[in-house]
């Protein structure tokens, strides 16, 4: 284990886990302190606790994260990350106070420092002027403040740990996150030469977050990151070298569906991941043999060249309302059954997820496919017996894996082109990563 991460509830651990994996890290949800034994998760990069400590007393929240973070510290982990509730509920400023204490007391001094960023900018959480926002709205207005059990009284995250904590907290403002990593880190420091023990940093979009990471990636002392899950992701990735060569740690994403939906979800999952999602153009494809044999190599090598940062790769029909045409005036321009044109254009998808699945150096551990005739068709190129079927991600939105065939047991989720919101690729993307986030290729 190089990343510890002790979160507030099960699925904030597991989203920190999958943001992980999605950075290449291996990652793994250990259930309670109870159930910890380091032998089991040896395999892991990752390790996050479920501390459940949301919904408990002050001083039982203080203890469980002071517990579980000195567990994991016996593991010597270069990352230590305290998840926290993207809308700050639960027990914020203890649980602050309790990571540093047991960072200071692992490693006998008093320089540990404590780095929130409490933004989620993908889940619409920002933090600007200090104040936490959500979807626009300050955070004392938004219904999520009147949760029962864990209500939030205030939109200041200063006043929130303030009212848990005496520990001396610093300011980063969305100035000096926008002036880049150095000035960050100039505001960083200074606030540590007052005597602050932790600083909470202004971001409101994933550059900011990543602005922030960067400014610590050679921080001397000891840090502990308190956030929803991208800032330990991000400081992660500025902190450690992910030792990734031999996982198949990337997914791949046949998309034949033209809708605007998929479209949108495309955008938004480009919004969330390092992707590299090659456009078909499909006419072509429908040009004649030569030109489809060639636009399939064009693809490929446009694959085959994804940048090492791109997790994400794949290919897709549409990427605007011009890619899309009327079928029956295709089909009556060529003279071939509408049935045809959708058989041509799958079976090009699918040879691009054939030959891609079969490059090995681009370490491939999932597959994603959207629409049920593009499934079936790389289904048959891949030679597979059948579809293991799982779980139900979202409705119409199925994850299982491959039987038999070229890639047998391959994780994979197959959905419908026209179902979910403009989230749900995102959602399933993520759910693959937690999936494969420890796979090999088998010898």
């Known amino acids: 284990m190089i990343i510890a991460v002790i979160a507030d509830d099960f699925t904030g651990a597991n989203d920190n886990g999958a943001l992980l994996a999605a950075k290449g890290?291996?990652?793994?949800?250990?259930?309670?302190?109870?159930?910890?034994?380091?032998?089991?998760?040896?395999?892991?990069?990752?390790?996050?606790?479920?501390?459940?400590?949301?919904?408990?007393?002050?001083?039982?929240?203080w203890q469980a994260v002071y517990d579980g973070i000195r567990s994991f510290n016996k593991e010597k982990p270069a990352l230590v990350s305290k998840r926290i509730d993207s809308t700050l509920r639960g027990n914020v400023?203890?649980?602050?106070?309790?990571?540093?204490?047991?960072?200071?007391?692992?490693?006998g001094h008093t320089e540990t420092l404590a780095v929130m960023v409490s933004s989620y900018p993908h889940s619409g959480r920002i933090c600007v002027g200090g104040y936490q926002i959500v979807h626009g709205v300050p955070l004392e207005r938004s219904p999520i403040a009147k949760d029962a059990a864990t209500p939030v009284y205030h939109t200041a995250v200063l006043k929130i740990i303030a009212d848990q904590t005496s520990l001396p907290c610093g300011f980063v403002p969305l100035e000096k996150v926008l002036a880049g990593p150095a000035a960050v880190r100039e505001t960083i420091e200074a606030a540590r030469a007052r005597g602050c023990r932790a600083v909470v940093c202004d971001a409101v979009s994933d550059d900011d977050v990543s602005v922030i990471a960067q400014s610590l990636a050679d921080a001397p002392y000891p840090l502990v990151s308190h956030d929803p899950g991208p800032f330990t992701?991000?400081?992660?990735?500025?902190?450690?070298?992910?030792?990734?060569?031999?996982?198949?740690?990337?997914?791949?994403?046949?998309?034949?569906?033209?809708?605007?939906?998929?479209?949108?979800?495309?955008?938004?999952?480009?919004?969330?991941?390092?992707?590299?999602?090659?456009p078909m153009d499909v006419r072509k494809v429908l040009a004649g043999e030569a030109q489809?044999?060639?636009?399939?190599?064009?693809?490929?090598?446009?694959?085959?060249?994804?940048?090492?940062?791109?997790?994400?790769?794949?290919?897709?029909?549409?990427?605007?309302?011009?890619?899309?045409?009327?079928?029956?005036?295709?089909?009556?321009?060529?003279?071939?059954?509408?049935?045809?044109?959708?058989?041509?254009?799958?079976?090009?998808?699918?040879?691009?997820?054939?030959?891609?699945?079969?490059?090995?150096?681009?370490?491939?551990?999932?597959?994603?496919?959207?629409?049920?005739?593009?499934?079936?068709?790389?289904?048959?190129?891949?030679?597979?017996?059948?579809?293991?079927?799982?779980?139900?991600?979202?409705?119409?939105?199925?994850?299982?894996?491959?039987?038999?065939?070229?890639?047998?047991?391959?994780?994979?989720?197959?959905?419908?082109?026209?179902?979910?919101?403009?989230?749900?690729?995102?959602?399933?993307?993520?759910?693959?990563?937690?999936?494969?986030?420890?796979?090999?290729?088998?010898?």
């Not at 479209?263 to 090659?278: F, K, S």
């Not at 995102?426 to 420890?438: N, Q």
């Open 233 to 278: 992701a991000e400081l992660a990735a500025a902190r450690i070298k992910a030792p990734r060569a031999e996982f198949e740690n990337r997914i791949f994403l046949a998309v034949g569906s033209t809708s605007e939906l998929s479209r949108v979800q495309m955008e938004a999952l480009r919004l969330a991941h390092p992707c590299h999602i090659v």
């Open 93 to 107: 400023g203890a649980e602050l106070e309790a990571s540093i204490k047991a960072m200071d007391d692992t490693h």
């Open 25 to 61: 890290f291996s990652s793994a949800t250990c259930l309670g302190l109870a159930h910890w034994n380091p032998q089991e998760f040896t395999h892991c990069d990752a390790v996050c606790l479920n501390a459940e400590s949301r919904l408990l007393h002050k001083q039982d929240a």
């Open 292 to 443: 489809s044999q060639a636009e399939c190599q064009r693809v490929l090598d446009a694959v085959f060249a994804a940048p090492e940062e791109a997790k994400v790769l794949g290919v897709c029909t549409s990427t605007s309302k011009e890619d899309v045409f009327s079928m029956q005036e295709m089909s009556q321009h060529l003279g071939i059954a509408p049935s045809e044109i959708s058989r041509r254009i799958n079976t090009a998808l699918a040879h691009v997820a054939q030959e891609t699945l079969k490059n090995e150096s681009l370490r491939i551990g999932g597959l994603y496919t959207s629409g049920g005739e593009v499934t079936v068709s790389v289904m048959r190129a891949l030679e597979t017996g059948g579809f293991s079927v799982r779980v139900m991600v979202l409705p119409l939105a199925v994850y299982g894996h491959i039987i038999g065939g070229q890639h047998p047991d391959l994780p994979m989720i197959t959905k419908g082109g026209f179902v979910g919101d403009k989230d749900s690729l995102v959602e399933c993307v993520e759910y693959l990563f937690t999936k494969i986030s420890t796979r090999k290729r088998p010898a």
